[in-house]
């Protein structure tokens, strides 16, 4: 069920609107591996995430950087998204006769999550399947996680959106009268 409802919202959302309520946000991310989570919004609809993290399960750090695409659901604060990169671990002990050490894991990551921002504080919960292409403890690394961040730069015409209104108004009044075009609702301000 939680497959086909993603599917409907990846394939009949409006693309073309924006995504993100914010430029950067920082904070820690929860869940099978811990550690800390930067977002950087690149584009209109799309961002750039740096995990670094650490494993409950596996003796290994690791890093990965991701793309991702942002859909809106109900506004530009509450939002699904998906994407994918590389990632490199390092393993963090030595191995035994009964459990050799295994080679730095290096590999794909794919992520799929849904994200709500609310202030300065933004929550997201995701899936991150990763596949090694050369070393780890597995070749699929099955992940999920909750991150927990701070925005650091909210997007400049969130600040005070009702100025922005304001000057797109009279930008468009002055360009109006400047053209001749339409009818002057305020005609007693020619007199």
Known sequence: ???????????????????????????MRLGTDFGVTVKQRVAKTTSLEAIIQSSLQR??????????????????????YAGG???????????TEDDPAYKDPFGLSLIAGIEFSLGRLNVSYDYKP???????KHNIYSQTGV?????????????????????Q???E???????????????????
Not at 147 to 167: F, G, H
């Open 169 to 171: 108004r009279e930008r």
């Open 130 to 136: 990763a596949v090694n292409l050369v070393g780890g």
């Open 147 to 167: 991150s927990l961040r701070y925005v650091v730069a909210k997007r400049p015409w969130l600040s005070d959106p009702k100025a922005k209104r304001k000057r």
């Open 85 to 95: 990169g590389l990632h490199k671990g390092w393993v963090t002990r030595e191995g």
């Open 173 to 191: 009044r002055r360009r109006r009268k400047k053209d001749g075009d339409g009818f002057n609702w305020k005609f007693w301000e020619n007199w």
């Open 1 to 27: 069920m939680m497959q086909r409802t993603t599917l409907f919202l990846f394939l009949f959302m409006p693309v073309f609107l924006p995504a993100q309520s914010y430029n950067t946000a920082l904070g």
């Open 59 to 80: 003796e290994e750090a690791q890093i990965t950087l991701l793309g991702e695409q942002h859909f809106p659901l109900i506004s530009r604060r509450f939002n699904v």
